[in-house]
Nanobody
Framework: QVQVVESGGGLLQPGQSLTLSCASS????????AAWFRQVADKEREWVAR???????SYIQSVQGRFAISRDYRNQIVNLRMNNLQFEDTATYYC?????WGQGTQVTVAS
C-alpha cells in the first residue's frame, strides 16, 4: 500500500524556520523525483521545490536561498527546510513522490 504522509507544519512568526517532512512507504523511493508544492485557498497549487532521483534540487525563485529540499533514501523521507519564513509562505504544503500525493500540512506565518 502506497503512503505519503507530510508532517511538521505549524504557526510561525516571520523570520523563523521550520522543517517539513514527508514519509513514504510502498514506493520505489529511489526511482522517483520528489517535490513539495503549496496551495493557498482559491489559488492553484504551485510547485515549490523538487529533487531528482539522483539528488539534484531546484526551487521556485521566491524561495531560492531560503528553502532546502533533501531526501533520505534509507528511510524514504523527503524534507523541506524553510528558513526566514515570510507571510507569503503561508499555505498548505503537499509532498509528491512520483505521482503519489500526501494530504498536506499547514504552514501559517503570522506576527
Amino acid at each position: 500500500q502506497v503512503q505519503v504522509v507530510e508532517s511538521g507544519g505549524g504557526l510561525l512568526q516571520p523570520g523563523q524556520s521550520l522543517t517539513l517532512s514527508c514519509a513514504s512507504s510502498g514506493i520505489r523511493f529511489s526511482a522517483y523525483e520528489a517535490a513539495w508544492f503549496r496551495q493557498v485557498a482559491d489559488k492553484e497549487r504551485e510547485w515549490v521545490a523538487r529533487i531528482s532521483s539522483g539528488g539534484r534540487a531546484s526551487y521556485i525563485q521566491s524561495v531560492q536561498g531560503r528553502f532546502a529540499i533533501s531526501r533520505d533514501y534509507r528511510n524514504q523521507i523527503v524534507n523541506l527546510r524553510m528558513n526566514n519564513l515570510q507571510f507569503e509562505d503561508t499555505a498548505t504544503y503537499y509532498c509528491r513522490i512520483g505521482s503519489n500525493w500526501g494530504q498536506g500540512t499547514q504552514v501559517t506565518v503570522a506576527s
